[in-house]
């Protein structure tokens, strides 16, 4: 295992360390302070060098067997934990973020990389299908034709400011796209590069013991959005994947399309994740329905891509009582730290933001008692000022909500239409309030990724069903999920073998099934326990 406490500031690229060149520093954002030591900020050279050993190793990697890949996954996940509270100490200065957390976030990215092992031992990463000669066929005879899926090539994520742990280093892409037989490059995020790095030496630890070649994993850390370009623009990068801000996805997904061969950026980027109050559900739990919103609204600060921050209700006496009990719980939240000064300060200019586009604050929460600190805070508007002012839409990162008040259900089911793709929608109703989730529902459908009934959007589980996706600009492509098994699917392509010589044929197609992996006969699913013949 790692010494948890070995953090240099170097960038790991492959098996070597590069220990010298610009360097900065991470910042503790509840103090204002920064943190020792200084990391190294990569660049053209450092992204060359880790694409060219990225793309030396791909033939190989991608050719490992399943169950060697899931080990490696598995591994990643032992050496995580052996971190112990050294990563969660760290991570902890790093973003402001509480230990209990942080250490959710952690048994979340170890069971993450194990949900992917266990995925891809069962053949979630091949999904073989094969399709019988019938050379008897008139007018013309069909071949044999088997298909199964391999990895697209190196793979470029970028880690995430809100996840230190599950969507950073060794998170959902990362964990997707190792399993899909592509390596990774990451590159780390700067607001917590210590943490990055120790989760970085993680990785390499258990590659090393899986005798995987070194550019399999590489890490650069840095500050510029020269580093982002040039890693997106290298072109033996074969994808990305990204979570961050609208502009920076879009930047990113502009220089993937402007190259000679351009490339799939899977960027989720921009999300208020409307809930709807229908009204015999508001009128039965407005009370209860505050509290519950304001708890996920404040849930860290707010920062969290399913923050509710789209709150649809019907004016009457029920949207009263609950603009009364979420009013009084937003100014008994107290203000909370922020992960970088970056996010504080587009914070506070989003909340003006609103009040100048016509939204009334309702309620603040409580003074800032340190820098970087966020005040929850929330806004009421009418439905026909939503839907004349565009402004009242954009996303504001944090503990903001704006809650939009409408005549009618009519008017509930337009404002719907008007909102923009989202990560999740959410409805609150009682059995009365079914024909009207009935109108809503075919709308949301084309306007989320997943849809709730009376939960709240904060919270995503890792499973097998989860989309944690949505029409742009949640995303830049609403066919695809970031969490859950389905997310292995950004980073395979499938290839069809025509009549090859049993003997030339891979593993996964094979006659006989040798893998016993589940496969799909002519249209018929076979147990990975039988083989054609028995079938």
Known sequence: MIEATGITGALLIGSREVTEGPAFRAVDPARGAEIEPAFVEAGPA????????????????????????????????????????????RAARETGLPAARLQGERARTCGQLRLFASWIRDGGADEPRLDSPLPERTPLPRADLRLRHIGIGPVAVFGASNFPLAFSVAGGDTASALAAGCPVIVKGHPAHPGTSELVGRAIRAAMAKAGLPEGVFSLLTGTSHELGGALVGDPRVAAVGFTGSRAGGLALCRIAAARPVPIPVYAEMSSINPVFLLPAALESRAEALAAGFVGSLTLGAGQFCTNPGLVIAIEGEGLARFLAGAGAA????????????????????GVAALAEAGATEIARGGAETGPNACRPALFVAEAASFLAEPALSHEVFG??????????????????????????????LDVADHPLAAQLLPVLEEKAGRILANGWPTGVEVCHAMVHGGPFPATSDPRSTSVGTLAIRRFLRPVCYQDLPEALLPAAVKGGNPLRLPRLLDGKMIAATETEAEK
């Open 330 to 349: 937003v100014e008994a939240a107290p203000a909370a730290t922020m992960l970088t000064p970056g996010i504080a300060g587009a914070y506070g200019k």
């Open 399 to 428: 503990a903001s909500s704006l809650v939009i008040r409408c005549r009618d259900a009519a008017e509930m089911v337009q404002v719907a239409r008007a909102v923009e793709g989202q990560l999740t929608a959410t409805l609150h």
């Open 46 to 89: 450092d992204v060359a060098e880790a694409a060219a050993l990225a793309a030396q190793a791909f033939p190989f990697y991608r050719a490992t067997a399943p169950a060697a890949r899931a080990a490696f996954l598995d591994g990643i996940a032992t050496e995580i934990e052996a971190l112990g509270d050294a990563l969660i100490e």
